[in-house]
């Protein structure tokens, strides 16, 4: 079993920047894929980023590319968001989650675990 917590969200200008972080529980954490979903108001959640269990494969969204950037630090037990050059089209809940396998995933059927979420708000 692996729990998930979400910190790092708030509210920040546009072209501001923040950096989420997911912290886990669990001693098969490192062992894991990790994915970043986001949930905007009145709209489907979507993928945004993932890692493998060791950094070296990540894959982005499109709408993110050149933007954001995923890491992890095993020996922390973390997982991280970097999130510059942020739009208001950013604003969302974003969500962490891990999936018992290694590799990367842009699909959420793919992932067992998930965090409650934190809120971004980008201001225009």
């Known amino acids: 079993q692996v729990q998930l917590v979400e910190s790092g969200g708030g509210l920040v200008q546009a072209a501001g920047s923040l950096r989420l972080s997911c912290a886990a529980s669990?001693?098969?954490?490192?062992?894991?894929?990790m994915g970043w979903f986001r949930q905007a108001p009145g709209k489907e959640r979507e993928f945004v980023a993932t890692?493998?269990?060791?950094?070296?494969?990540?894959y982005y969204a499109e709408s993110v590319k050149g933007r954001f950037t995923i890491s992890r630090d095993n020996t922390k037990n973390t997982v991280s968001l970097q999130m510059n050059s942020l739009k208001p089209d950013d604003t969302a809940v974003y969500y962490c989650?891990?999936?018992?396998?290694?590799?990367?995933?842009?699909?959420?059927?793919?992932?067992?675990?998930w965090g409650q979420g934190t809120q971004v708000t980008v201001s225009s």
């Open positions: 890692i493998n269990w060791n950094g070296g494969s990540t």
């Open positions: 669990g001693r098969t954490y490192s062992s894991y894929g």
């Open positions: 989650a891990a999936r018992q396998s290694a590799g990367p995933s842009t699909a959420e059927r793919y992932y067992d675990y």
